[in-house]
């Protein structure tokens, strides 16, 4: 609905909604995209999402994570997730990656035991390619760490197991979330899917 | 407020309301309004619900569900809700019909009982017709099916027993709840009656 | 910050914002504001509130109740209100009345003990005439009603009671609440008061 | 973002965001700013916050806080924060601060002992300068009084307690909470991240 060319204005939109929804608030989250094979647009860091423009995305090489473009203001850094989520993009074959700050994520990973919250008896769980409403469905959540590079073997572990082949989100323990799709429209998809499963989740915990 | 003609606008305008309200978020829910007599007006499935513009309808035939025009965009396909919104539609004389994936409506859904949920002390009762605050108002919920045109059965069942003969609304467990009118602006209504009672429902359940 | 003759245009706005904060939805709720002394400026009953718009106003006569100025649109009719409405601006000389159908009232209302909600501990309370954060503040809660007429003498019986000599709130079980000020704009933030000390209540009752 | 000749039309706007996100309702809380060493942007007390532009605010004296220039509506007065935002600047060199009256510190603030709350296992954590998501960080909590500048000794003694170096916020129980940054997006970014570890502190004691 919003052509390819404006993905880059596309992407700012999202950060405006997902700042909406209180999921980036505080300079939190982030978001990439991959503008064409082996470049990717990726969000600066330490800065008001929300208020983001098409013109401060850095081009970063998927394979080395190098800087092709910067923008123009010089001030700005690219995205501490960039290596988070470039692994997500070689695993996975994903287009686009959404890091989530939502605190409905922290309340899910909470409640998760061995590493993975269990989601059943959801037909929001519909919304995840190869998943049905009778399915219980694996969330990993791996453990926070002092800096957000350190995560990227835990990342590569989960990608790598089984358990986890159906999984389009990892959970971060007192962090939040990352999620993503095969590109930026199936990114948002999966993300407003993944808030509603942690936001049931916790709903429904609260009355066990 | 808004005249007949701009039908399709209106529907349109619903749909980013309820997506702004969490009740259709994931690609999730839908709507459909009677555009002619015979003419139903049907979203697409599988898209941003909130994205939907008016040349996205599909104008389907109620009483067969064959596609009597569709629009240009053929990667296009018409709601799976499509069966069960011609059921509402033939047997209780709708209007217009919402399909709802709100967390509330989830929530409320696990609180019944023998196949309903009882709804009792609310002025907002007053918002469905025939139905006064004094009344033990019952809102009949179906489990869920993995596909929704399975649930088309069910439904029928509901609509035709005299226990729900006043419900404009019927749950689906895990799943949401379907809403209706006699028109877009009483569905608008009854869609925001529904949700505030799930609401207080799920609220006074948590006090128990 | 908006001139007194923008009055129907502000009235509009409030009941835009009010319906987004969820205080008037599914049709609920009303509005009047005085527009010189005597005349009454009454929205609609049974309409979409936030779709209000300035030429929608009645105007009616403030001691009988009679309308003296109908909108063009015959088919809108002045809110049922009118009679509660009327009698709080006598007893009290209100110049503006809300009225909502906000969940947080009637989570709040549920909580009455003898006829009134006890508010205390909240820096909030300041925003309210005469009323300090050391305070005890008393809002009266009378039953609900079959229509909104008969509570008229319910009211009445309050805002006789020296109990209740304080408040510029009447909270009705089940219902809502009834907010005044002494113009459009102190009625706007008791309305906004309140809500934030029903919401207070409500929170804090969930942890005892 | 937005250039620093903005700031007046850039704190009107942080206050429209506040009140959407329900932190300074009912004409409460409140912003300042410093526009040049020794010279503090104000806001007006007692004004719908949301409703504040950039003509309204008083220039104020950071070492005095007396009025430098007073804006041309003549009805406007001074925030009643003005003394403990000077405090805060000066002990701090803050340049910018917030006043909240979000329901989230209120609750949050309910929960302190021994005059802090205790914040961990969040990685919004990091959002304060020097603090990371492994450390214990405490947020001063003071008791509320009846008029805000009887606040500013607690405030003061606050600012010169090693326990609380790393704060960038001070509680005031049933009331809300002073947040400020080294300029005006640090401020709005505190705020921000503040409000979310307050939310986070409610809901996780709401599970204990």
Chains 1, 2, 3, 4 share one sequence.
Not at 15 to 34: E, H, P
Not at 130 to 135: A, F, L, R, S
Not at 148 to 177: C, K, M, N, Q, Y
């Amino acid at each position: 609905m919003i052509a390819l060319s404006d993905q880059r204005e596309l992407l700012c939109r999202l950060l405006q909604r997902f700042y909406d929804n209180g999921w980036i608030s505080g300079t939190g989250g982030g978001i990439c995209a991959l503008e064409s094979p082996g470049r990717l647009l990726l969000a600066p860091t330490g800065v008001h999402k929300e208020l983001v423009a098409p013109e401060h995305f850095f081009v970063v090489d998927v394979d080395t994570g190098s800087v092709i473009e910067a923008p123009s203001d010089a001030t700005l850094r690219p995205s501490e997730c960039g290596d988070i989520f470039r692994t997500v993009i070689r695993r996975r074959g994903a287009g686009a990656v959404v890091h989530s700050h939502a605190l409905a994520a922290v309340l899910a990973s909470d409640l998760a035991a061995e590493g993975a919250l269990v989601v059943e008896q959801l037909e929001m769980l519909k919304g995840i390619p190869g998943v049905t409403n009778t399915d219980r469905h694996l969330v990993p959540v791996v453990a926070n760490t002092a800096r957000e590079p350190e995560l990227v073997s835990s990342v590569e572990a989960i990608l790598t197991d089984d358990r986890f082949a159906r999984t389009w989100a990892i959970g971060v323990r007192d962090h939040g979330a990352y999620i993503w799709g095969s590109d930026v429209w199936e990114a948002k998809k999966h993300t407003e899917v993944y808030h509603f499963l942690f936001e049931a989740i916790v709903a429904r915990e609260g009355r066990a």
